[in-house]
């Protein structure tokens, strides 16, 4: 005859190892994110404000609706935070750089450089942008003449936000030379015509170790590579349309306007010469950085190993490969 005691005591003891077996699953989950993190991001895993950024822009908090049209959206003004593990801060006039007067003072030759995250720069601090370092090298060697390069870059902008940027803010701030940034090559996305914004997130709490398996996906996708260039020669004829475009924004407010393809990608080297070609023919400038990246590994130039954004090393192989372009198509001093 079964002794219920004994039935008793076995159904707490299966429940006691479940729960055993439950916490001994989690803290090896606890451990593995943790150590997944470590390898990922190094001290910065320990940082709780840090790793809190550790996501896309649209959860951040960090966008606000854009009364302009055509802008959409735009950076709140006054952020101090991180994102991507950098500082990120955004002046009194919403631009992720350092407060600029509207007005240009004397004996200043000003740049406005409009494009999207690899303009921003996404998890790069902003004294290692690409803009930042042809400002300060300059500034450097210029003595005789103030050098500004205002950043208006905003995550995810796509070329309808960058046209409408440098139309109604990038202009009012009389400068001597556009930089229109092609950030990853990219010309053919989809246009932004209004903010949805999405509801913020605490990226802390995200798990990384799907992001780690997927990350190959990432970096090692040829079928990818090749969808990404028929996609873009493709576009090419809307692209040379947005050319057009700029080239009486130029001559209309006479202002050189440079394309800059901005891209560590040397898998994209054949869809930048299309792009040099149409430019040529609209009568603007124009400045490739991905020549300079042919015998790198783009593992080594991008933020953290599961993001493509490059990092301060590829900015700085950005700066000297625009200011090489610049300086040889007479850009940087005034007409």
């Given at each position: 005859m079964t ?15 479940l ?12 451990i593995?994110e ?6 990922l ?5 320990l940082?709780?404000?840090k790793?809190k ?5 649209g959860h951040?908090?960090?966008l606000?609706k ?26 009194s006039?919403?631009l992720?750089d350092?407060e ?7 004996n ?5 450089v ?6 921003v720069?996404?998890?790069?601090e902003?004294d290692?942008a690409?803009h930042?370092?042809?400002?300060n ?11 500004e ?5 905003v ?5 309808n ?14 400068p001597?030379?556009i ?8 010309f053919t996305?989809d246009?932004e015509?209004e ?5 913020k997130?605490?990226q802390?709490f ?7 398996i997927?990350?190959n ?14 996609k ?7 692209l040379d349309?947005?050319l ?26 054949e869809l930048?010469?299309?792009?040099k070609?149409?430019a040529e ?9 991905i ?13 953290y190993?599961?993001d493509i954004h ?7 192989i950005f ?5 090489n ?11």
């Amino acid at each position: 005859m079964t002794n219920p005691q004994n039935n008793q005591n076995s159904s707490r003891s299966r429940v006691k190892d479940l729960f055993v077996i439950f916490i001994l699953i989690l803290v090896f989950s606890l451990i593995l994110e943790q150590t997944i993190r470590f390898y990922l991001f190094g001290a910065d895993s320990l940082s709780y404000f840090k790793m809190k950024s550790v996501g896309s822009m649209g959860h951040t908090g960090y966008l606000q609706k854009s009364n302009l049209p055509d802008v959409v959206y735009e950076f709140k003004p006054g952020i101090d935070s991180y994102f991507k593990l950098a500082g990120f801060k955004t002046s009194s006039q919403g631009l992720r750089d350092k407060e600029y007067s509207l007005e240009k003072p004397a004996n200043t030759f000003r740049v406005a450089v409009i494009g999207g995250s690899f303009t921003v720069p996404a998890g790069v601090e902003i004294d290692e942008a690409f803009h930042s370092i042809l400002e300060n090298r300059l500034n450097q060697e210029y003595k005789d003449l103030n050098y500004e390069f205002i950043n208006f870059g905003v995550s995810g902008y796509r070329i309808n936000n960058k046209i409408a940027t440098l139309k109604h803010k990038a202009l009012k701030y009389n400068p001597d030379l556009i930089l229109f940034i092609l950030d990853g090559s990219q010309f053919t996305e989809d246009e932004e015509k209004e903010f949805n914004p999405k509801s913020k997130k605490n990226q802390f709490f995200q798990s990384f170790i799907y992001k780690l398996i997927s990350k190959n996906k990432l970096f090692k996708n040829d079928n990818k590579h090749q969808e990404f260039l028929d996609k873009h020669k493709a576009g090419l004829n809307q692209l040379d349309l947005i050319l057009k475009e700029l080239s009486n924004i130029s001559k209309k407010n006479n202002v050189p306007v440079c394309i800059v393809v901005l891209d560590h990608d040397y898998t994209h080297y054949e869809l930048s010469g299309e792009i040099k070609q149409l430019a040529e023919m609209n009568n603007l400038y124009h400045s490739n950085t991905i020549p300079s990246f042919q015998d790198t590994n783009i593992r080594d130039l991008t933020i953290y190993n599961i993001d493509i954004h490059p990092n301060a090393e590829a900015n700085r192989i950005f700066a000297d490969a625009i200011y090489n372009d610049l300086k040889i198509q007479s850009l940087l001093n005034k007409k």
